[in-house]
């Protein structure tokens, strides 16, 4: 059964800075992985999806990888910006029988960027 | 740009009241979803539909049905609401099966009194 982690649960960090947000995933027969945002009160926005085929993708100062040997992607976020608070939740499309067209989300990394 | 719209924001029913949420895609997407999201839980899948009437349990369907008489609408019906269905509600569609991308809906936030 896939399962998808991500690490660390927060973050703090002051305006400015280079940033990684880790997601690792248990089981690598997957689609794709997805990268998105959740404002708080609202609902999801993808910023980015990783075909299983590709090792990343890249939209404006927001780079996501994936390394499915090792069951891990991560979300670089460069020069970070007040506006960038949010949490960010990634997700996995498994391939399988029971997959049933489900994400598998993980419990997301809430991300503060301070002034 | 793909829409997704749900009909409420925020709702407040009493426990027993039967409860419908609506969500509406314009994008002509054959697969629609309905998840639920709790602190510490994360997000659940209720139920899915595939294409028109058809219909197939997620993760936690327990006190929960749905309907999809149109391609464009999605609708999550709690029968009977009780307390423990106090959550944020989220609907999605997606083009076609496995491997596109999913269009999130703005959320609607129950409370059950």
């Known amino acids: 059964k896939q399962e998808v982690t991500q690490i660390p649960a927060a973050l703090s960090v002051p305006e400015g800075e280079n940033l990684v947000l880790n997601c690792s995933f248990t089981?690598?027969?997957?689609?794709?992985l997805q990268w998105f945002r959740q404002d708080p009160g609202k609902g999801l926005t993808s910023l980015l999806l990783?075909?299983?085929?590709?090792r990343e993708q890249t939209s404006g100062r927001l780079n996501a990888s994936l390394d499915k040997s090792s069951g891990r992607s991560t979300l670089y976020i460069a020069a970070s910006q007040p506006g960038d608070s949010a949490t960010y939740l990634c997700?996995?499309?498994?391939?399988?029988?029971?997959?049933?067209?489900?994400?598998?989300f993980g419990s997301g990394t809430r991300l503060l960027v301070r002034p | 740009d793909v829409k997704v719209t749900q009909s409420s924001r925020y709702l407040v029913k009493r426990t027993g009241e039967k409860v419908f949420l609506e969500c509406v895609q314009d994008?002509?997407?054959?697969?629609m979803f309905w998840y639920r999201q709790d602190p510490g839980l994360g997000l659940r899948l209720i139920y899915f539909?595939?294409?028109?009437?058809?219909?197939e349990k997620g993760d936690i369907p327990e006190g929960y049905s749905v309907s999809r008489e149109k391609k464009e609408r999605f609708s999550l019906i709690l029968e009977s609401a009780s307390t423990n269905q106090t959550s944020m509600y989220l609907c999605?569609?997606?083009?076609?099966?496995?491997?596109?991308?999913?269009?999130f809906g703005p959320g609607t936030r129950l409370t059950v009194l």
């Open positions: 089981d690598s027969a997957i689609y794709n």
């Open positions: 997700a996995c499309d498994p391939i399988g029988w029971d997959s049933s067209y489900k994400l598998i």
């Open positions: 999605a569609s997606s083009r076609t099966g496995a491997g596109d991308t999913q269009y």
């Open positions: 539909s595939y294409d028109v009437k058809m219909k």
């Open positions: 994008m002509d997407h054959e697969n």
């Open positions: 990783i075909q299983s085929s590709q």
